[in-house]
């Protein structure tokens, strides 16, 4: 009797970590659908602070392109606006290469991009120089001096429209209407 009463207490041992172990990876499961679900909603995220990014260049340029005269094409030139964040961080890292500052601003400002010309409309929004696919991812990195593909954004161009469509992977969209500087964000919540 005594061998039955120590088999019965080894098997309610084993069946008492079989339970935790199923409850562990019933949690883990759950956790890793959250995990993915939340991971998913990133990208759109990303998008969305883009869009806000994307609204805020947009009147930058056309405020610029009003104090201009209203040019057809303007130079955006990020160069003073790299230097200004450049000069803090050259600062910091100039003594330990043995270079001036103004080198180092000099040669991260040229990364930014200071022969950066864009076509405009008779409304001032920053439109395509092609009709195509190309000529939004232009102007996507001539305004944002972003990659595209370093985000997972892809890019639509609609014709009859005129709008370019930037995609994230979870289905985020950011349409910019070329004519009309309007700027639409929608997320796919299901």
């Not at 056309?62 to 200004?84: E, F, I, T, V």
């Not at 092609?130 to 990195?141: A, F, K, M, P, S």
């Amino acid at each position: 009797m005594l061998s039955q009463q120590k088999a019965d207490h080894e098997l309610l041992s084993i069946y008492g970590k079989v339970i935790a172990i199923v409850v562990l990876l019933v949690l883990l499961a759950i956790f890793g659908i959250r995990y993915l679900n939340t991971a998913s909603n990133i990208g759109g995220r990303g998008l969305e602070l883009e869009q806000n990014r994307f609204l805020n260049v947009l009147a930058m340029v056309r405020s610029q392109w009003l104090a201009s005269g209203r040019p057809d094409k303007m130079q955006l030139s990020w160069h003073n606006l790299a230097s200004n964040v450049l000069t803090s961080q050259s600062n910091k890292t100039a003594s330990k290469n043995g270079r001036t500052n103004t080198d180092e601003i000099n040669d991260d400002a040229d990364l930014v991009g200071t022969d950066n010309w864009i076509s405009l409309s008779d409304q001032g929004w920053p439109i395509i120089d092609t009709n195509d696919v190309q000529g939004c991812e232009r102007l996507w990195g001539q305004l944002l001096a972003t990659n595209l593909q370093q985000l997972h954004i892809t890019v639509d161009y609609q014709s009859d429209t005129n709008i370019c469509r930037y995609s994230s992977d979870n289905k985020a969209s950011l349409s910019y209407q070329l004519q009309t500087g309007r700027v639409i964000f929608l997320i796919n919540d299901g």
